[in-house]
């Protein structure tokens, strides 16, 4: 059975099954803490533009964590170092020359939970716009935005209807409108469909597959089938038990999504996509 080592070492290497001139995202060694918890250990893979990347792995091996490194959300958590280097466009997003607000305009985030504000369906999407001193047609970035996200013809009638009167599914595809309406490269998803029905979460997957036209997908998700259905690449990762008896999660294997289920490299992968554990 492999080391964890040994692991680490074959996971590194296999960063290059993306060709480096397609990659968005790229991170090197990257380690998190919280405090002095290890959480995450020297993960380095590469993005590729306009493909869905599914990070996928038992509770706590820290794809959440990892995801929010993409955008610096972790700065926000008390205690969180990232050590390492992760890059946006051969940029350093965590050089202190770069502003994480910025950041999160050019990679942005839809959660586990449908979060849309308070606000009228029109002010979710003009929201963001306006505080990023958007000088367009808001008309038309909210019709544009909604259209993306599969949800114009459901809500063009009643943009002023509050955006927590839709049902979940709706509320998730109007976060995604959200998101959009930045025009960010980047969407990070983090299982954005754990909290919807089938129906909403087939039209979130169908809505994933037409978004990557435009855009670079990161999703995290616990469902193994649903990374096979939307994903181009898999990165799956594995925890360990550190000595305090803490877990902290390391990447085990990442390729193009075909191969990590059908013919996976360790061990430990095949396991987990076979259902025995996780």
């Given amino acids: 059975m492999p ?3 040994k692991q680490q070492e074959e996971a590194r290497d296999q960063h290059s099954v993306v060709d480096e001139s397609e990659a968005v995202l790229r991170t090197e060694n990257v380690k998190v803490t919280y405090g002095d918890t290890l959480a995450l250990r020297d993960v380095s893979m590469d993005v590729p533009k306009n493909q869905v990347t599914a990070l ?8 959440s964590t ?10 926000l958590i008390d205690g969180c170092k990232v050590e390492g280097k992760v890059f946006y466009r051969d940029k350093n ?21 449908p979060n849309p504000f308070p606000k009228s369906i029109y002010d979710n999407i003009t929201y963001g716009a306006k505080v990023n001193g958007f000088k367009g047609d ?3 970035l909210v019709e ?4 993306r996200a599969a949800l114009w013809g459901e809500v063009k009638d009643k943009l002023k209807e509050n955006g927590l009167s839709l049902s979940g599914g709706q509320q998730q595809r109007l976060c995604i409108a959200r998101a959009i309406a930045l025009k ?21 997957e169908d809505l994933i597959h037409e978004l990557k036209e435009d855009y670079t ?4 998700t616990h469902n193994m089938h649903q990374a096979t259905r939307v994903s181009d690449f898999t990165a799956f990762f594995n925890a360990e038990e550190s000595d305090d008896g803490s877990r902290f999660g390391y990447l085990v294997e990442y390729d193009r999504t075909e191969r990590v289920f059908e013919d996976p490299q360790e061990e430990a992968t095949q396991k987990y996509v076979s259902g025995k554990f996780g």
């Avoid at 990892?66 to 700065?75: A, K, Q, S, V």
């Avoid at 050089?95 to 586990?112: A, C, E, L, T, Y």
């Avoid at 997908?217 to 995290?220: F, K, M």
């Fill in 3 to 5: 080391t964890h080592r």
């Fill in 56 to 63: 996928i792995g038992p509770s706590g091996c820290g794809k």
């Fill in 66 to 75: 990892l995801l929010r490194c993409f955008n610096r959300l972790n700065d």
């Fill in 93 to 113: 997003l965590y050089s202190s020359k770069i502003d994480p607000v910025s950041v999160r305009r050019r990679i942005g985030m839809v959660f586990q939970k």
């Fill in 138 to 140: 808001m008309d038309e």
């Fill in 144 to 147: 544009q935005s909604l259209q």
């Fill in 184 to 204: 960010p490269e980047v969407v990070l998803m983090d299982e954005p469909c754990s909290s919807l029905d089938p129906v909403s979460t087939e039209r979130v």
């Fill in 217 to 220: 997908i990161v999703i995290v």
